[in-house]
């Protein structure tokens, strides 16, 4: 179960870094990089395509997200907690 | 994979996720802080990698119970599967920017010249622009003498 879970997860990862890149390349980007952040786009697309079309597992997808999304919205929060405590001083 | 969000455990796994995000966020501050701070906001770094180290330690002790001070808010198995989620997607990113960073340098990413719009610099006639220049400076020039010799006057 820990092995479908490493990979679901780091799969959702990997789409995330492409779409969120892939879409700053494609609207910033040169002439020719551009071109490659539309790539990237693809393939993020893809993955997440890829990641709600596989049945081959019983990983609850949903849980793991919510761990992620709690993950990082705690590293946030501990941010700002260092930034207030920062600008008070 | 299943898909379905019937069965969602937002105490097993966002909660404690949420915790650990902002034990670790506090610890790294504090580390970074504390090390490289001075006077106040070291002291400000310490205060914050102590709080950073409890609040980790306290959520260990939730989920395994290991020290015996908080009750076992967390079932072991959905904690380990939490943090191998959280980990697993941190990687994940990791890995993506790294794919994109290695492609970014692989493509030529510089615009060739023919792209240029050399139009407007064709259109240019060099020696009628430089023969301007050279009139402009003169006519400063001229003011800047007669200017002196009204002064001398």
Redesign the interface.
Known sequence: ??TE??????????????LF??LL?AYY?????RN?GF??LIIGAALAYY??Q??????????????????????????I??LV??IK? | MDMSTDNLEVMQFFASMLIVGIGVALLATGMFTSYFGAGKSQKIGFALLFLGGVTLALVIDMAFGTIGVMPDQFVKSDFEDALVSGVSALSGMIIGMFVILFVLMKVDTVDDLEDLDLEDLEDLDLDEELKKLEEELNQADNDKEDGNSEEEK
């Open positions: 179960m820990n879970l490493i990979i679901s997860m780091g799969l959702v990862g990997v789409m995330l870094s492409m890149m892939g390349i980007g040169s002439s020719k990089t490659v790539l990237f990641l709600t596989t049945d081959t597992s019983d990983v609850a997808f949903w849980n793991g997200m919510l761990a992620f999304v709690g993950g990082m919205v705690g590293g946030i929060i501990g941010i907690v260092f405590a920062i001083s």
